[in-house]
């Protein structure tokens, strides 16, 4: 609902309902786009985190029901809101550096399971990235944790 007003469906454009029916983890699990272990919260409705309720989920963002349409149907959709996703950023990000260009110049920084979203940002924008787990000098085995936690991971780093 934080994404946008209203979505395509079934050669339409919908309003969606502004209430909590789905979150982005069930776009991106839909998508297959969603990193294992890392949806960490419960869902909208507190059902399973399958393909098939996140195809349900969406579709009550629409007021309607997973049967009314066929899986590719919720997968477009789904697609749709990743899209939108990406261009709410792109937007954002050429808002504030339009206000200084200089800052366009800088390396945007990579972490977490957004990992995917913000390089494809910084790909239409033309701007190089870099993984934050790559700025810290961090031992093999804890790489991973570094980058899917990078606010820790960061504050550690300052306080030494």
């Known amino acids: ?15 969606l309902i502004n209430e909590n029916f789905a979150t982005m983890a069930d776009v991106h699990r839909i998508l297959g786009t969603l990193p ?12 399973e985190k399958t393909v098939p309720a996140s195809r349900a989920r969406l579709a009550r963002m629409l007021g309607s029901d997973a049967a009314n349409a066929d899986s590719k149907s919720w997968d477009l959709l789904a697609r749709w ?7 709410a950023i792109v937007d954002a990000v050429m808002l504030v550096t339009s206000s200084c260009i200089a800052m366009s110049a ?3 920084i990579a972490a977490g399971i957004g990992v995917d979203v913000v390089t494809e940002v910084a790909r239409r924008l033309g701007l190089s990235w870099e993984r934050f787990d790559e700025l810290l000098e961090v031992v093999p085995e ?4 570094v980058f899917h936690c990078a606010p820790a991971a960061a504050l550690t780093a300052l306080a030494l």
């Open 1 to 15: 609902m934080a994404t946008a007003q209203g979505a395509p469906l079934n050669g339409l454009w919908t309003t």
């Open 36 to 47: 294992a272990g890392v949806d960490l919260m419960a869902t909208a409705d507190g059902r």
């Open 81 to 87: 809101f990743a899209e939108a996703q990406i261009r």
């Open 106 to 108: 800088a390396p945007v």
């Open 142 to 145: 804890a790489r991973n944790a």
